[in-house]
């Protein structure tokens, strides 16, 4: 075990669960996170409880819940070391952007991405007082500006955002060793993805994980999948 400090939001299935395997199977200590404690604490049960592993409920669009798992951190750690931004709803296939419920639109990117951001900017201070830290925006091909098309607007827009948080941050932090880094994990059989997805949940986990351990002299600012930069 090292004394790397990691979070997962929306850790207690899918992709974030499998994040937090792979980050407390290389040793770090991982608080694991989800809006529903009841399923939280079930996957840190199947996990079975491993030295490494912590549990603490976290709705990222409630500034009161940021602030309480900031909290947590600062008095059983007293720094943090890895976000890995992973909650993320909505991939809106039913609808495009002629048609869309706007309040569908407006709650998606207040989930991924002003909660990406307000995780960011709360956690931010543990990480320039060590002068370390990496931030993994777990974003989408669909965000990506390049080739975009239509359909899935509000999931498409938040991801795009998203994106552009991560170029800012990193600019933000360039003189901090600071890396922040957004990772399309690709076509992944979770409950969003599907089960006709090209992609097994440990694929897709692989590339987080590998942006969440960088080295010193590792990326900032881009946009990886497989640990290997794409097109914004």
Same mark, same amino acid.
């Given at each position: !075990?090292?004394?790397?400090?990691?979070?997962?939001?929306?850790a207690?299935?899918?992709?974030?669960?499998e994040v937090v395997k $792979?980050m =407390?199977? *290389?040793g =770090? $200590?991982?608080?694991?996170?989800?809006?529903d404690?009841?399923?939280g604490m079930?996957?840190?049960?199947d996990?079975? *409880?491993?030295?490494?592993?912590w549990y603490?409920?976290?709705?990222?669009t409630s500034e009161?819940?940021v602030?309480a798992?900031c909290?947590y951190?600062k008095?059983?750690?007293g *720094?943090?070391? %890895?976000?890995?931004?992973?909650?993320?709803i909505n =991939?809106?296939?039913?609808?495009n952007?002629?048609?869309?419920?706007?309040?569908t639109v407006?709650?998606?990117?207040?989930t991924?991405l002003?909660?990406a951001?307000r !995780? @960011? $900017?709360a956690?931010?201070?543990?990480?320039?007082?060590?002068? =370390?830290?990496?931030i993994v925006?777990?974003?989408s091909?669909?965000?990506?500006?390049?080739g975009?098309?239509?359909g899935?607007p509000?999931y498409?827009?938040? *991801?795009a955002?998203m994106?552009v948080l991560?170029?800012?941050?990193a600019?933000?932090?360039r003189?901090?060793?600071?890396?922040?880094?957004s %990772?399309?994990p690709?076509w992944?059989r979770t409950?969003?993805?599907?089960?006709n @997805?090209s992609?097994?949940i440990?694929?897709?986990?692989k590339?987080?994980?590998?942006? @969440?351990?960088?080295?010193?002299n590792?990326p900032?600012?881009g946009?990886f999948r497989?640990?290997?930069?794409?097109?914004?």
């Amino acid at each position: !075990m090292n004394d790397k400090i990691a979070l997962v939001t929306g850790a207690n299935k899918g992709l974030g669960l499998e994040v937090v395997k $792979q980050m =407390y199977e *290389k040793g =770090y $200590q991982v608080i694991l996170t989800s809006r529903d404690k009841d399923k939280g604490m079930i996957a840190l049960k199947d996990l079975e *409880k491993p030295d490494n592993v912590w549990y603490h409920p976290l709705d990222v669009t409630s500034e009161k819940s940021v602030s309480a798992v900031c909290d947590y951190i600062k008095n059983k750690f007293g *720094k943090l070391d %890895v976000l890995v931004n992973n909650a993320g709803i909505n =991939y809106d296939t039913w609808q495009n952007a002629v048609n869309a419920d706007l309040s569908t639109v407006k709650e998606t990117i207040e989930t991924n991405l002003i909660a990406a951001w307000r !995780m @960011a $900017q709360a956690v931010l201070p543990f990480m320039i007082e060590k002068n =370390y830290g990496r931030i993994v925006n777990v974003s989408s091909g669909s965000g990506a500006i390049s080739g975009m098309t239509g359909g899935t607007p509000g999931y498409a827009v938040s *991801k795009a955002g998203m994106n552009v948080l991560t170029i800012k941050l990193a600019a933000d932090l360039r003189h901090k060793n600071i890396l922040v880094n957004s %990772v399309c994990p690709g076509w992944v059989r979770t409950d969003m993805g599907g089960s006709n @997805a090209s992609r097994s949940i440990p694929e897709g986990a692989k590339g987080i994980v590998h942006a @969440a351990t960088l080295p010193d002299n590792g990326p900032s600012g881009g946009f990886f999948r497989d640990g290997r930069a794409i097109d914004f």
